[in-house]
């Protein structure tokens, strides 16, 4: 019913900068809050970032004044803007969408991507 799709990983040096986008598609009624994740190797998912459907951002302690998290409400898209990477950075990232669908608007569900690679690496 719904799809939540990442895009824009990859491979880039440390100080480098990527841009992440998700896209939710399908049957919906409206988009909530929508959010980064990432999960490094061995290690526990971590939240990175939060966007309102007004715009608000918040982000974790390791994103904050180098990430950028935005949102076009018009096509269901967020973006993170990346800048400054280091290695710790490397991590599957996986965008998530609190989503009501048309057939139930008022039950809200939480629908996730499948995740991109990003590697900060020389």
């Known amino acids: 019913q719904v799809q939540v799709v990442e895009s824009g990983g990859g491979l880039v040096q440390p100080g480098g900068s990527l841009r992440l986008s998700c896209a939710a598609s399908?049957?919906?009624?409206?988009?909530?809050?929508m959010g980064w994740y990432r999960q490094a190797p061995g290690k526990q998912r971590e939240l990175v970032a939060t966007?309102?459907?007004?715009?608000?951002?918040n982000y974790a302690d390791s994103a904050k004044g180098r990430f950028t998290n935005s949102r076009n409400n018009a096509n269901n898209t967020v973006y993170l803007q990346m800048n400054s990477l280091k290695p710790e950075d490397t991590a599957v990232y996986y965008c998530?969408?609190?989503?009501?669908?048309?057939?139930?608007?008022?039950?809200?569900?939480?629908?996730w991507g499948q995740g991109t690679r990003v590697t900060v690496s020389s």
């Open positions: 399908g049957s919906i009624f409206g988009i909530y809050p």
């Open positions: 966007i309102t459907s007004g715009g608000s951002a």
């Open positions: 998530s969408a609190d989503v009501a669908i048309q057939t139930t608007p008022g039950l809200v569900y939480r629908y």
